[in-house]
């Protein structure tokens, strides 16, 4: 999918145009990036831990009460559930004010996000062939106003995302996957019954019109929360929307400021993944960059206990690398890729000569880029922490930080091309200084591998358009790709389907189309359990790029948050970038 | 009645001193008067020393980095940048060296001396170019509006009023991606062309107020008997604006001139801070632009290029005011 944050998106929009700019020379100070059981092709068992207890366990270095602020640059578009498809919508919901059927937990001791029950009893059952999934709700679950949450709530929510129309934006894997999806157009149009979820007591079943492995990972967005019918707007919903969470809305001013309160109707021992353990959450929207990295770096009174979810900058960084108890560093699940134009370059070497070519390390550092803080380096397309993800070397001893002229000019000659013959063509922003200072190391490095380097100018706002134009005169597309869950049903088949070629808005950014890898993909999609199914993306992962390379993997995005002192519990979340929100206290 | 000469004691009769005083008088024009105040003004002459500097680093700034051995862009970001992207040496914070004079720049290890060098350089040529052409524009048409009278008078006016109105930065800002969407496949054209339209958009608003000042100048020459007599004796319009007039111009000119230079060396930085303007070609407002964020942690970065700007832009202003007092009857000092 997008990538999510929607400053994000902007800010890459313009880096990626070129320099996706990553990960690090392996410095001593290097992130956790943590591949340690994300990769080797393990089961997905590990990423899921469907008997997680509660309630959790309270730190014992947790004080009570206190308010934690949250400054930040970002501003969220919507805090509806069903629109909430950005990764601080979607932390700042899941983790404090809306329950779904699942949620992710982070688990300490592997450093990952671990996917648990939220308000189900366990991680769903699917039928036999993946085409119908039960969850049950627990008993005693409660609104922020006493009254009791029903099946028929999640339901409604359910009937809800399809709501496109009414509530734009959001993720919709319902239309592609669930009964009649094509179809049904949400319950403020469709005024009939939905077959495609049912309820029973407290068991919902939905079904699919073709097998959905992940549905279990789908159900923790807050599209999943329950919402009950009578009290819902599509207007305003999102302004106070329900709280079933430990804290609720006490005050939104869209754009600038939301306050949290507890929520006394949350039950610590219904919910195995949250802690109540301040008074309340202050955020505050479209802060400067700057000033809330001095608040924070200073650290006096109340922004002891003050964080932000923004990147650090390098000059900062800096600053805060003495204190590295105050910064929270890891990945988050984007990988940005130089997506080769399979139409435009067809010789496999040549290709692999760009792989050798680019110059890693140096686009990064111009890009603005920490190595192997803000960008990790790696060379398979899924990033640490998918499940079943294989780590391998597309190219032999290229480790996706490495760039040898030699090489890629022994493979531009064997594909019968003299030095500065093969012409490269890609987009950078003028008006982006780190877009123009990484085009600059760009053209460097392919000018030493031997190519002729041409780069499109364009500017920041239109560089996402020139860059999905099928017509545009470049050959390679800078660009990247982030989950929506952790596994590779949410990559392959959303940019790497032959299908998907000459589609508008051009999903398929390298037009890779491959008959062997559409089958390959098809197979994993339509026969295979979830278990199997994790470790057969890895592997298709690693063919692909082995016997195609497709795309040149410019690294892997990385999180590095900085906090007050007195946060507690903040640790990364690595299936959003963002803080674990939902474990976080106030330091003794 | 006077009293005769010859009545008076010839002790009353300093002949000498009267005549010498007359003749030294007598044989100076306005421009030499200034030029002479100029001379004994101690901060004009300062600032024409550090302007003439300027002037020089510019136009030899290639030869200059050559002489410090640096040039642009030679910084390897890998090797010369330590983790945090700062630099592994360089001033503030490895001592001085003359690998790096100013240092070099945190994530893209540009040298800062260089950078600096053809910074002064874009500088000054913009400027230069802006304030020349904007004169020239300004001169002509405030001569045509001043001594046309009528439907001609009424329309330049009207075109005056009409650019005085337009938003400068908002019209940058628009041409800007204009100009990115027409040339953007061509790096070495676009390079020019942003030149070129950020020229014109400097010039194009920088003519008004001089082209407003010497139409009102014309009007009050054009009544005197010298232009007058010029009319009637037949002389052709075009030799009577050129000839007749515009000399006497000479002082609103220059003093405009000389108050127009600081002012486009600082609109420049300024759209290039915006990030408009030139983005292939170093400038001290680019430079700035990306040092903003460094202010305290590689505090180098920002004020080589604000220190840049500040001398050179004060220089030109003083050196504006003592022109304009040198130029001014009014003044006497």
């Known amino acids: 999918m997008r990538m999510k944050k929607p400053a994000v998106v902007f800010a890459t929009a313009a880096l990626m145009t070129l320099a996706a700019c990553g990960g690090g020379s392996g410095s001593s100070k290097g992130p956790s990036a943590n591949p340690t059981n994300a990769g080797n092709g393990g089961s997905a068992g590990s990423f899921k831990n469907a008997d997680a207890k509660a309630p959790l366990a309270v730190p014992s270095d947790a004080s009570t009460g206190g308010t934690f602020t949250v400054l930040t640059n970002q501003v969220p578009s919507t805090l509806d559930p069903t629109q909430a498809y950005y990764t601080d919508s979607t932390a700042i919901l899941s983790d404090l004010v809306l329950r779904s059927l699942t949620q992710y937990a982070y688990d300490p001791d592997t450093n990952d996000m671990q996917l648990i029950p939220d308000m189900a009893v366990d991680l769903g059952k699917p039928s036999a062939d993946n085409k119908s999934w039960t969850f049950t709700l627990r008993d005693g679950l409660k609104y922020e106003d006493g009254t009791a949450v029903k099946a028929e709530d999640v339901a409604y929510a359910v009937k809800r995302s399809f709501a496109i129309a009414e509530l734009p934006d959001g993720p919709t894997y319902q239309t592609t996957f669930f009964l009649d999806g094509d179809k049904y157009k949400g319950p403020f149009k469709d005024k009939g019954d939905y077959a495609g979820v049912t309820t029973s007591g407290n068991d919902i079943t939905i079904k699919m019109r073709r097998p959905f492995t992940d549905m279990d990972y789908y159900a923790s967005f807050p599209t999943f929360t329950a919402i009950p019918q009578a009290k819902d707007n599509p207007q305003t919903y999102g302004k106070k929307p329900l709280a079933t969470g430990p804290y609720k809305f006490a005050d939104y001013k869209p754009g600038t400021e939301l306050k949290l309160v507890k929520n006394d109707q949350w039950d610590p021992n219904s919910d195995p993944g949250r802690l109540q353990a301040v008074d309340g959450w202050d955020f505050k929207f479209g802060q400067d960059t700057a000033k809330l990295e001095n608040v924070i770096i200073n650290d006096k009174g109340s922004s002891q206990t003050t964080l932000t979810y923004d990147n650090v900058t390098p000059s900062s960084y800096r600053a805060i690398s003495s204190d590295k108890g105050r910064l929270v560093t890891g990945t988050s699940p984007c990988t940005y890729m130089w997506y080769l134009d399979t139409t435009k370059i067809k010789e496999l070497e040549v290709r692999q000569a760009i792989g050798w070519a680019y110059p890693y390390q140096a686009a990064w550092k111009a890009g603005g880029e920490i190595q192997g803080l803000t960008r990790v380096p790696g060379t398979a397309i899924l990033p640490p922490g998918t499940a079943g993800r294989v780590d391998y070397q597309a190219l032999d001893g290229q480790d996706g930080k490495t760039t040898d002229p030699a090489k890629a000019k022994a493979l531009l000659s064997k594909a019968g091309y003299k030095p500065g013959e093969y012409e490269l063509k890609f987009l950078f922003a003028t008006d982006d200084d780190q877009s123009v200072a990484a085009k600059n190391e760009i053209v460097k490095g392919l000018k030493a591998a031997g190519f002729k380097a041409t780069p499109i100018a364009s500017t920041s706002e239109t560089i996402r358009t020139d860059r999905t134009d099928y017509k545009s005169p470049i050959n390679v597309r800078s660009s990247g790709w982030c989950s929506d869950w952790p596994t590779g049903g949410s990559w392959f088949p959303a940019q790497w389907a032959g299908s998907l070629v000459g589609v508008e808005g051009m999903p398929n950014i390298a037009n890779f189309k491959q008959a062997d890898m559409d089958a390959q993909q098809n197979k994993i999609l339509d026969t295979m359990t979830p278990e199997e199914a994790g470790p057969a993306w890895g592997e298709f992962d690693k063919t692909m790029e082995t016997k195609y390379y497709p795309a040149v993997n410019t690294g892997y995005s990385g999180t590095a948050m900085i906090h007050g002192s007195k946060v507690g519990g903040m640790d990364n979340d690595n299936v959003r970038g963002m803080p674990t929100f939902a474990r976080m206290y106030i330091t003794k | ?333």
């Not at chain 2, 024409?48 to 642009?72: D, M, N, Q």
């Not at chain 2, 628009?174 to 390079?191: H, K, M, T």
């Not at chain 2, 609103?252 to 060396?265: M, Y």
Request: aromatic content about 10%; hydrophobic content about 50%.
């Open chain 2, 1 to 333: 009645m006077g009293i005769q000469p010859t009545e008076l004691s010839t002790d009353d009769v300093h002949e000498d001193a009267d005549v010498a005083v007359r003749e030294e008088v007598a044989g100076r024009s306005p421009t030499q008067i200034a030029l002479t105040r100029l001379k004994a003004d101690k901060i004009a002459v300062t600032c024409i020393i550090v302007v003439i500097l300027f002037v020089l680093i510019a136009a030899l700034a290639p030869l200059l980095t050559k002489l410090f051995g640096v040039e642009l862009h030679q910084g390897n970001p890998v090797t010369d940048l330590d983790q945090f992207n700062f630099p592994n040496y360089g001033p503030p914070d490895h001592g001085f060296t003359w690998k790096a004079p100013l240092g070099i720049a945190p994530n893209t290890a540009n040298d800062l001396t260089a950078e600096w060098f053809y910074g002064a350089r874009t500088s000054l040529f913009v400027a230069t170019v802006s304030t020349v052409v904007a004169t020239i524009i300004g001169v002509v048409v405030g001569l045509f509006a001043g001594f046309s009278r009528g439907w001609l008078d009424r329309l330049i006016n009207f075109v005056i009023d009409v650019f005085l109105s337009l938003p400068f930065i908002l019209v940058a800002l628009a041409l800007a991606p204009i100009i990115v969407g027409r040339f953007g496949s061509q790096p070495g054209r676009l390079v020019m062309w942003q030149f070129i339209s950020l020229l014109t958009v400097l010039s194009l608003f920088g003519w008004m107020t001089l082209a407003r000042l010497v139409r009102g100048e014309v009007l009050s020459l054009r009544e005197r008997e010298f232009v007058m007599a010029a009319r009637v004796i037949g002389v052709p319009t075009r030799r009577i604006l050129f000839k007749e007039l515009l000399p006497n111009l000479i002082a609103p000119i220059i003093v405009s001139i000389s108050l127009g230079l600081p002012a486009f060396v600082t609109a420049e930085a300024g759209l290039a801070f915006l990030g408009i303007g030139v983005t292939g070609y170093p400038s001290w407002g680019q430079t700035i632009n990306k040092a903003v964020n460094y202010f305290n942690t590689y505090p180098i970065y920002l004020y080589a290029p604000v220190l840049g700007i500040l001398v050179l832009v004060m220089a030109l202003n003083l050196l504006g005011d003592a022109v304009r007092d040198a130029f001014d009857p009014k003044t006497r000092r």
